[in-house]
């Protein structure tokens, strides 16, 4: 008999209820001397099909496995968060949803345990981002939809506004251009709501190098 924990090994119990482990078929429930405890459906000594499981430090994982190991859609409740989705080689894999106890919530893609691909973090404050993520970053394209209305849509690097990238205000200001570290960073053009705009350079979010400012009245501003 094999006992599965969340890091993918497997431990031989010594202790066993049964003469021969490939005589466990059908549906019934272990319980290792750990403490660990599985209820369900079994193949050849093995968990297979849909069952619970119940590690001895509290996790619980219901839903599919195939020989021995998570394969398909199941639910795993840790102390301080929730997996709901898909699994492979014991792994979440393919679509899934993670909500977490402080009100933060991904849906989206998962390779390999992490968050890759396309998906939807939302923030328990009301901020929402949409786009693309790899490794558990943010991480390629994706758009940034503030609680208070205000929108940032471009490039990412390691969760930070990095590259090219639009950001608009809910008061109709509109920024287009470079960013760098989470902030205006290179060249970029600002729009204000009364038409007059800056185009030129920017240093951490603050105009600053060569440009050209046109005012509401069509005064025009060259230089540095």
Known sequence: M??????NIHLTIV????ENESDINNKGVF???SGDYYEGSWKNGKMHGYGTYIYDYGICYQGNWVNGIKSGHGIISYNDKTYEGYWNEDK???????????GIQ???DWVQNKT???????????DKYEGDFHENMIEGKGKLTYADGNIYEGDWHQGLKHG???????????YIGEYKNDKKNGKGKHTWPNGSTYEGEFKDCIIHGNGKMTYENGDVYEGS
Request: charged fraction near 25%; hydrophobic fraction near 20%.
């Open 2 to 7: 094999q006992r599965t924990t969340e890091e």
């Open 15 to 18: 202790e066993r209820d049964f």
């Open 31 to 33: 319980n290792w001397s």
């Open 92 to 102: 979440k894999n393919g679509k899934g949803s993670m909500t977490w106890s402080n």
């Open 106 to 108: 991904y849906q989206g």
């Open 116 to 126: 890759t691909g396309k998906g939807i973090l939302t923030w328990s404050n009301g």
């Open 164 to 174: 090219n990238g639009k950001f608009t205000w809910t008061d109709g200001r509109v």
